[in-house]
């Protein structure tokens, strides 16, 4: 699976092209539309974009690991993590995407 990754950069030369505004007023657009996201996170709220999914931040607690190599009981401290959930509709595009690109190599 070969993968490209979409940059800052690249949203904002799509908000150019899509809706017209200057290029530099496309890239403020999307560092607004990032920081606002990532303010609501740290503040510990979830942020949900219709049809694409929502973002939460998950609080997880002190755990005893296991280092592979040794096998040595590592405690693990509590922390924050963050949590992606599809919405049905990107899930739905998503697998149609694939069964789309399966159907040639299926015959």
Same mark, same amino acid.
């Given at each position: 699976?070969?993968?490209?990754?979409?940059?800052?950069?690249?949203?904002?030369?799509?908000?150019?092209?899509?809706?017209?505004?200057?290029?530099?007023?496309? $890239?403020?657009? =999307?560092?607004?539309?990032?920081?606002? +996201?990532?303010?609501?996170?740290?503040? &510990?709220?979830? #942020?949900? *974009?219709?049809?694409?999914? $929502?973002?939460? =931040?998950?609080?997880?607690?002190?755990? +005893?690991?296991?280092?592979?190599?040794? &096998?040595?009981? #590592?405690? *693990?401290?509590?922390?924050?993590?963050?949590?992606?959930?599809?919405?049905?509709?990107?899930?739905?595009?998503?697998?149609?995407?694939?069964?789309?690109?399966?159907?040639?190599?299926?015959?």
């Amino acid at each position: 699976m070969e993968g490209r990754t979409i940059t800052r950069a690249d949203l904002s030369e799509s908000v150019f092209q899509e809706v017209g505004l200057s290029r530099n007023e496309s $890239s403020d657009l =999307v560092e607004t539309i990032l920081a606002e +996201v990532v303010e609501a996170l740290a503040r &510990g709220e979830s #942020v949900k *974009i219709s049809s694409f999914g $929502s973002f939460t =931040v998950r609080d997880k607690g002190q755990r +005893v690991g296991r280092n592979p190599k040794t &096998g040595q009981e #590592v405690p *693990i401290l509590p922390r924050r993590v963050l949590v992606f959930r599809a919405s049905n509709v990107l899930k739905s595009l998503i697998n149609g995407a694939a069964d789309e690109s399966n159907k040639g190599s299926l015959g």
